[in-house]
């Protein structure tokens, strides 16, 4: 039996996994209080960002553009950022982080906006925002190269760059959290607080779940402060959940400050989230409790009523964030499920050299195939053209119609999930998370049993 590693064969993309890396900077900059970020090319390159923004968490977020036309593609469009900056700092009295978050027209005419940034601070911020405390960060993510997952990574590093200053050791723990959702912050946090354990927490999105308040105020924002970045230099150590979402910030702090850091696993599922709690304790010296070995125990009771019964040998296609799509492969093999197809959807070339993608390759006892540059058309043509049997897909909303097509039951995971309500919510790390997946996993398959009418008397005698 093999673990495959391929590259997609097709120079084009149909229907694709991920859109491009300015959507992943704009996520972290929305992760952020008192921050709006300037996104400097057309319009559609913020428009369509929080359009799927909006689908996802059902929540209005502010990102402002820069509006580049034909005459600044030709021209080049500094002007823009001078004018946008200008406009939102006039408009928005309490911004204080303004990121310039480059787009593919822009970098490819070549705008210098380090160097507009240099101008805008000597003359600008000066002269009319001389009371004001501003940051205005700069962020490449040309949309040619590396997805959402790169230009998340990219903009979580020039945030904490920016800003990391070294002062007074503070006991905390630099807990840089990845592409996530609110529902996995709140038990990442509940976690830590378990442990004791004092968290800087990148981002903190719980607040992303927003409540209309009495004032009718409804736009979202992030809570992670200035002053929360700044004592990134100081932490005892960083722990980065995700290799792709957020590695970068851990390595600069390590070397720029001699913060520790321990990058992954994603913790997904039982081993993964014992794997966090043991680097916890690793970086801060605090025991685990007794209390996370219930909810531990409380985990496994809860796998061990579906696994043997309905989720053993399952065959599994996965599709997403790469920390994600690894994560839940080894989360389906602990239960006794065989994730056949992984899909990865950019042009990273190192993939392959990732360790846990090593351990599949030298571990896994059936055939498997991991797709590197994948597109949505990489699942379908296995379907319907080279008799992939499937018996579960895990996956953001953008595939479900390959799932409807081809009659295969689909559980939405990652970003964008716009198609079910409320799965923000949920968590899919922890302990509480691995109930969350395994339970959604095996309602799904119920469910496809009934309308199949495959089995559904086992339901019967459960």
């Known amino acids: 039996m093999t673990c495959e590693v391929i590259q997609k064969g097709r120079s084009g993309v149909i229907n694709p996994i991920f859109t491009c890396q300015p959507a992943g900077a704009q996520y972290a900059s929305i992760g952020i209080k008192d921050c709006i970020g300037i996104v400097h ?13 909006s689908q996802h968490f059902k929540e209005n977020f502010l990102i402002a553009s820069s509006s580049v036309h034909e005459d600044g593609a030709v021209f080049g469009a500094l002007n823009r950022v001078e004018e946008a900056v200008d406009v939102l700092l006039m408009r928005y009295p309490d911004v204080k982080v303004v990121p310039i978050i480059t787009t593919c027209s822009t970098e490819v005419i070549g705008d210098d906006v380090d ?11 000066q002269e009319k925002y001389a009371d004001r405390e501003v940051h205005l960060i700069a962020v490449h993510a040309p949309s040619f190269v590396g997805s959402q997952v790169s230009g998340y990574d990219v903009a979580v590093e020039a945030f904490v760059s920016h800003f990391a200053k070294k002062s007074e050791p503070s006991g905390k723990l630099n807990l840089i959290t990845g592409w996530v959702n609110p529902g996995d912050v709140t038990v990442l946090k509940q976690l830590l607080a378990e442990m004791q354990v004092d968290a800087t ?52 702090l390590e070397n720029e400050f001699g913060i520790p850091s321990i990058i992954g696993p994603t913790p997904i599922g039982i081993r993964n989230t014992d794997t966090f709690l043991h680097n916890v304790k690793a970086l801060t010296g605090k ?6 070995v219930r909810e531990r125990g409380k985990a496994i009771d809860a796998l061990a009523d579906l696994v043997h019964m309905f989720l053993a040998e399952k065959r599994v ?19 006794e499920m065989k994730p056949v197809l992984l899909l990865l959807g950019d042009d990273n070339t190192t993939y392959k050299n990732d360790p846990r993608i090593k351990a599949l390759q030298s571990g896994v006892d059936f055939e498997m195939e991991i797709v590197l540059n994948a597109d949505l058309m990489e699942l ?9 049997n499937l018996d579960l ?36 790390v922890g ?10 996993m095996a309602n799904t398959l119920f469910t496809d049993m009934e309308y199949k009418k495959n089995k559904e008397w086992i339901l019967n005698v459960w």
């Open 317 to 335: 296609a996965i599709y997403g964030h790469p920390d994600l799509v690894i994560g839940l492969a080894e989360f389906c093999i602990d239960l």
């Open 201 to 252: 927490v990148l981002f903190e999105i719980e607040s992303f779940d927003s409540p209309i308040m009495p004032d009718k105020s409804g736009e979202s924002h992030g809570s992670t402060t200035i002053e929360d970045l700044t004592g990134t230099a100081n932490a005892i150590g960083t722990l980065a959940l995700n290799r792709y979402e957020g590695g970068r910030a851990a390595r600069y």
């Open 393 to 428: 897909i895990l996956g953001h909303s953008k595939g479900r119609f390959v799932a409807i097509d081809n009659n295969v039951p689909m559980v939405r995971v990652g970003f964008p999930t716009y198609d079910r309500a409320g799965l923000h919510r949920h968590p899919v």
């Open 287 to 292: 025991p685990i409790p007794q209390s996370l």
């Open 41 to 53: 090319g057309g319009q559609g390159c913020v428009m369509f960002v929080r359009l799927l923004f």
């Open 115 to 125: 160097g507009v940034i240099l101008k805008l601070n000597r003359g600008l911020l």
């Open 380 to 388: 379908e043509d296995r379907i319907k053209n080279k008799e992939l």
């Open 431 to 440: 302990y509480a998370g691995a109930i969350w997946l395994a339970e959604e």
